[in-house]
């Protein structure tokens, strides 16, 4: 699918691999990521748990259009490998960083943060804990995975949010099961 305003070829790295195919079902929600990077004038993003590599596309290929930087971190050799193919595949500006938020401590702004990292209550706390606090004022974060179908996400997200509920305005998706936290 091309994009009418940049003519951007989202569906590009479906020809990757049967492993870019994989998941059907997800295919209007990394159209949506991009175009929220788009809106929210992303320039530093960062994405917690590569999965099939559609996350690390999109925003990569958003980072490139704006000339900005995209990391996308995870702790499975496989996903890696599959971000490190899509971003020589397309020439996108994305660090690959091999790890979770115990072993990799962030240390500067973000403009959009996607967590779709382990989905144990433990894991994403520690997420939020580690990458949240980076977020800038007016910035984006993105929970996958968030409602009833995936109850440790919820229980985290919701635990963390309680805490740290002044600083954000948040928006349940059910739609795509993610939870929408602006940083006010």
């Given at each position: ?20 195919k994989a ?19 992303a ?6 748990g ?42 996108l ?7 979770d938020?115990?072993?990799?401590v ?41 409602g ?13 949010m ?20 602006r940083?006010?």
């Amino acid at each position: 699918m091309s994009d009418p305003h940049t003519g951007a070829d989202l569906d590009a790295w479906h020809d990757l691999g049967a492993w870019a195919k994989a998941d059907p079902g997800n295919w209007a929600v990394w159209p949506l990521l991009y175009h929220l990077a788009k809106l929210m004038r992303a320039r530093t993003t960062v994405e917690v748990g590569i999965g099939r590599g559609h996350g690390t596309y999109v925003l990569g290929l958003h980072a490139k259009e704006v000339g900005g930087k995209h990391y996308a971190i995870d702790v499975a050799s496989g996903m890696i490998n599959r971000a490190t193919l899509v971003v020589r595949q397309f020439d996108l500006p994305v660090t690959v960083l091999h790890g979770d938020s115990k072993a990799i401590v962030w240390r500067q702004g973000i403009d959009l943060l996607y967590v779709d990292g382990g989905h144990s209550s433990e894991q994403v706390y520690g997420d939020l804990e580690n990458y949240a606090p980076w977020v800038r004022r007016g910035g984006l974060m993105i929970l996958d995975d968030y409602g009833k179908r995936h109850l440790g996400v919820t229980e985290a997200a919701d635990t963390w949010m309680t805490v740290h509920f002044a600083d954000w305005s948040t928006m349940g998706w059910p739609w795509c099961w993610w939870l929408l936290c602006r940083r006010l």
